[in-house]
Each structure stands twice: as C-alpha cells, then as structure tokens.
T-cell receptor, first 109, second 113 residues
C-alpha cells in the first residue's frame, strides 16, 4: 500500500465548477501537509500548506483530518488555468517528504 | 535570482555509463534534495542534504551517490546507469526545517538505453 494515496483522475470539469480532491496517508506520525501543483512537463510548485484548523486561499480550501488521516483540497469556480496535476505531500521528520502520485484536473470551457 | 537550476535538461545514456547531474541554488538554502518522478509513482526522495558537507539517504538511494561540497551545489551521480534509472529527476531546496516551502528545479529528463 502506498504511503500517500490519491485518486489519479482525470477529473474533467467545466469552467465555474467546484471540484474536490482527496488524499489519504498511512503514517500517523506525519507532521506537515501540503498541496503542490504540477503543470505538464514542469516542476512542482507549492499551492498551499494544510493546517489542522483548515485554511483557505482565495478559491482554494484545504482541510486536514488527523483522526482519519485524510487531506482534501476544494477548488471553487474553476478556471481554465487550474488545469494541472495536484500533488498531496506529507512530511514525517522534517526531511522525509512523501508525495502522492497526483490527481489530474482538466477544466474545460 | 535564478532560484534552483539543473543541468543538463536532457540526457540519453547507454547502460553502464556514468554521469553527474548538477543542481545549483542561489537562495542560500541549507537543505537540498534529489527526487525522481516516474509515471504513477509520484516523486520519490533519493538523497538529501541538510548542509554543506552532509548527505543522507532517502527512500530510493540505491544506484546513486551525492555530494554537497559547496552550500549552493548538490550533485547526483550515477556510477553505472541502468534502464530502471530512466526517469525525470528533480532537485529541490528549502531554507530550513519545518514548514518552509521546497523550491524545485525544472527537472532533468534521463533516458538509459
């Protein structure tokens, strides 16, 4: 079983839609959580950190449920420019970052 | 301020050949990392360094060696390349521990025939 699991998708949604991605992790000692975004043939870039209380950045909302070992990312009012692969990342001991395989999103006009 | 740069961008090797991938960062970051990314696998950590002169193994270190002789550079070596090492290699750096952002280089696409 992978340590960080994501639904690979692809998720195909129309512009303006709301879409949610889920991620589960297996190690309860996980300390930090992130969502990264990766465009095709490009490097990953930090989208947002995920805090226990949940956090929001514009159209993006991230939630963490430590009891269920579950992270989510909600994108509201999807834009064409949101099309990318979204990577769930879990950190164990400051340096051991484990990446999910990513969820691919395509937003269509 | 170039951020994180990687050379080369592309390379094709024959089985058994050796090569070194160079990562450079100009942000004075202490921590540097080497990852590989394969389809359906996500990024996997090969080796990392928490400061000049230090290195440590990650999740998939076999077949690779690293060196951090200067703070700004982190080298990844393949002594005897194998087809299983065909992958996209990403270098990343981060200021310190904790929740600091990791900044990634543009990647090196390596094919081993």
């Amino acid at each position: 079983r992978k340590e960080v699991e994501q639904d690979p998708g692809p998720f195909n949604v129309p512009e303006g839609a709301t879409v949610a991605f889920n991620c589960t992790y297996s190690n309860s000692a996980s300390q930090s959580f992130f969502w990264y975004r990766q465009d095709c043939r490009k490097e990953p870039k930090l989208l947002m950190s995920v805090y226990s209380s949940g956090n929001e950045d514009g159209r993006f909302t991230a939630q963490l449920n430590r009891a269920s070992q579950y992270i989510s990312l909600l994108i509201r009012d999807s834009k064409l420019s949101d099309s990318a692969t979204y990577l769930c990342v879990v950190t164990y001991n400051n340096n051991d970052m484990r990446f999910g395989a990513g969820t691919r999103l395509t937003v269509k006009p | 301020n170039a951020g994180v740069t990687q050379t080369p961008k592309f390379r094709v090797l024959k089985t058994g050949q050796s090569m070194t991938l160079l990562c450079a960062q100009d942000m004075n970051h202490e921590y540097m990392y080497w990852y590989r990314q394969d389809p359906g696998m996500g990024l996997r950590l090969i080796h990392y360094s928490v400061g000049e002169g230090t290195t440590a193994k990650g999740e998939v270190p076999d077949g690779y060696n690293v060196s951090r002789l200067k703070k700004q550079n982190f080298l990844l070596g393949l002594e005897s390349a194998a087809p299983s090492q065909t992958s996209v290699y990403f270098c990343a750096s981060r200021k310190g521990a904790g929740t600091d952002t990791q900044y990634f280089g543009p990647g090196t696409r390596l094919t081993v025939l």
